[in-house]
């Protein structure tokens, strides 16, 4: 069984900034990709920043330049830094992973709120 334990959102002010991190945990599991995906109110779920295990990177075009993904393969872990957040920010963010079989998993989901 797999478990991504996400952190680090909450409610933050237009040019704020905020990191998620996510913690993935299971028996027999070898990690491959690791991504970040959001959902806001009424849109279907997006892809926001993801790493491959060969440490390549890709990235939404809207977070391009303000939002940095991480990951650290010894603890199982990826993080989110976002920074100059912008309202359309917005939304429930859920950590990806998947397996080299290509079995993914997905994370409870945690909420960042961009308001003033």
């Known amino acids: 069984q797999v478990q991504l334990v996400e952190s680090g959102g909450g409610l933050v002010q237009p040019g704020g900034s905020l990191r998620l991190s996510c913690v993935a945990s299971?028996?027999?599991?070898?990690?491959?990709?690791m991504s970040w995906y959001r959902q806001a109110p009424g849109k279907e779920r997006e892809l926001v920043a993801g790493?491959?295990?060969?440490?390549?990177?890709n990235y939404a075009d809207s977070v391009k330049g303000r939002f940095t993904i991480s990951r650290d393969n010894a603890k199982s872990t990826v993080s989110l830094q976002m920074n100059t957040l912008k309202v359309e920010d917005t939304a429930v963010y859920y950590c990806a992973v998947s397996d080299f079989l290509g079995k993914g998993y997905w994370g409870q989901g945690t909420q960042v709120t961009v308001s003033s």
């Open positions: 790493s491959t295990s060969a440490g390549i990177t």
């Open positions: 299971g028996n027999d599991f070898s990690i491959n990709a």
